[in-house]
């Protein structure tokens, strides 16, 4: 199995505010994708991202506020389905450190490779959000390669 990791700290922000902006709709729309639908604030719940006609549906199956986030991504592309996606919050001096999972990749194909690059860039725009108030979701996003 194969993972994908990151670490993004965001400066001056409250572990509530990020923690929010990983479990409410608008703000999820604010930093990821314009196009989200669902709330990602209880257990059980459905969220589905959407990036034109492709995207993802991502069952919410553990929250520990504030400190916490995980869903089992279980409709979109293959590849994705049955991985798993953690942030883990920690409140560090003046930053509040994102750690970023996607866990349990069959195999570390090109598209992994791609995947790892676009949530680096939507990490830096959730940090964006939370810093500047102005995030990049899709479709305003940074394209890096013919697959955007």
């Known amino acids: ?4 990791l990151h670490r993004v700290g965001i400066k001056t922000a409250s572990i ?4 929010r902006a990983l479990t ?3 703000q999820l729309a ?3 994708t314009t196009d989200t639908k669902g709330e990602g ?7 589905a991202f959407r990036f034109n006609a492709d995207g993802f549906d991502m069952k919410v199956t553990k929250l520990d506020a504030p400190h916490h986030v995980e869903w089992e991504v279980v409709a979109g ?3 994705w389905i049955g991985t798993t996606i953690t942030f883990d919050l920690k409140q560090d001096g003046d930053y509040v450190i994102v750690l970023f999972r996607q866990l349990n990749w069959k195999e570390p194909v090109e598209f992994m490779h791609h995947c790892s690059t676009k949530w680096a860039i939507f990490l830096l725009s959730l ?3 939370i810093e500047t108030g102005e995030g990049q979701p899709f479709p305003d996003d940074v394209k890096i390669d013919n697959w955007n």
């Open 16 to 19: 509530e505010s990020v923690y």
């Open 24 to 26: 409410s709709r608008d």
């Open 41 to 47: 604030d209880k257990v059980g719940n459905i969220v």
């Open 30 to 32: 604010a930093w990821w």
């Open 1 to 4: 199995m194969a993972n994908i």
């Open 77 to 79: 592309p293959a590849e």
């Open 127 to 129: 940090k964006a959000l």
